[in-house]
């Protein structure tokens, strides 16, 4: 499995007045709850209705738990939190604080994994991940390029939000 990505332009320009091309994922589907639990299933033991069900109850607690502010860790996979955005309407004192000035999102951090040297991490979702240019899926002599997750250290402030 490969992950496809294209190029896109930034609207946002730099210091020199150009709009850089970055590269950005291509989604091709998508993949619903009740395939998850089928695949799932046959790795188990469990038919896919029980695992179906682990599933959706797994959303009502987390959802449980999120909205009591708390953060919800799977092994594995990694960590939910509830962010809250600021819509950019301050307000001059603290006491004019409101949650009607932001919105909430749900913020997943993947999982990491230390290096043995202890100096970099690697997000498990996307260890070994290779990657191919959308429009060039076709061609076979197009290289798929390994690409290291995350960018390099882990320094906490990779906030991943969703």
Request: charged letters at 25%; hydrophobic letters at 35%.
């Amino acid at each position: 499995m490969t992950v496809l990505y294209e190029s896109f332009q930034s609207v946002l320009k730099t210091k020199e007045q150009k709009r850089l091309f970055h590269p950005r994922v291509v989604l091709v589907g998508n993949v619903t709850t009740d395939q998850v639990a089928r695949e799932i299933a046959a790795y188990s033991s469990l038919s896919s209705g029980d695992v179906k069900n682990v599933i959706d109850n797994l959303v009502t607690v987390m959802t449980q738990h999120l909205q009591a502010s708390q953060s919800v860790t799977l092994d594995g996979l990694g960590s939910f939190r509830l962010t809250m955005r600021s819509s950019g309407r301050g307000v001059e004192t603290a006491d004019e604080v409101s949650a009607s000035q932001a919105t909430l999102q749900v913020c997943f951090k993947p999982a990491a994994r230390k290096n043995p040297d202890g100096t970099t991490a690697t997000r498990s979702l996307v260890t070994g991940a290779k990657c191919k240019r959308f429009d060039r899926v076709n061609d076979p002599s197009a290289p798929e390029e390994p690409l290291e997750p995350g960018g390099g250290t882990d320094d906490g402030n990779d906030d991943g939000e969703l």
